[in-house]
């Protein structure tokens, strides 16, 4: 089992930028993948970011690189996710999820947070 708590999320002006924080409980954190989803209100969820258990991998949803970024600190059991250029349309909630059988596969998830952009 892993348990997975985000923090981090809320209210912030077009053009700033957030850091996000999901903390790990459970399983060994250095042994499985996480990742970041988001679903803003009437879509669907979708995938934000990845990375692998040891942080060497990266991967981003397209229209996010260059301003979203990954990271995890295996001694703290965290995963972050920097949000920078922040636009309205970034506005939904935050989810963190655990791949722990298979990587891609996402078997854990957090309560989320929400995040919300003003113009």
């Known amino acids: 089992q892993v348990q997975l708590v985000e923090s981090g999320g809320g209210l912030v002006q077009a053009g700033g930028s957030l850091r996000l924080s999901c903390a790990a409980s459970?399983?060994?954190?250095?042994?499985?993948?996480m990742g970041w989803f988001r679903q803003a209100p009437g879509k669907e969820r979708e995938f934000v970011a990845a990375i692998t258990w040891s942080g060497g991998s990266t991967y981003y949803a397209d229209s996010l690189k260059g301003r979203f970024a990954i990271s995890r600190d295996n001694a703290k059991n965290t995963v972050y996710l920097q949000m920078n250029s922040l636009k309205p349309e970034d506005t939904a909630v935050y989810y963190c999820a655990a791949s722990v059988a298979r990587m891609g596969k996402y078997d854990y998830w957090g309560q989320g947070t929400q995040v919300t952009v003003s113009s």
């Open positions: 459970g399983r060994t954190f250095s042994s499985y993948g």
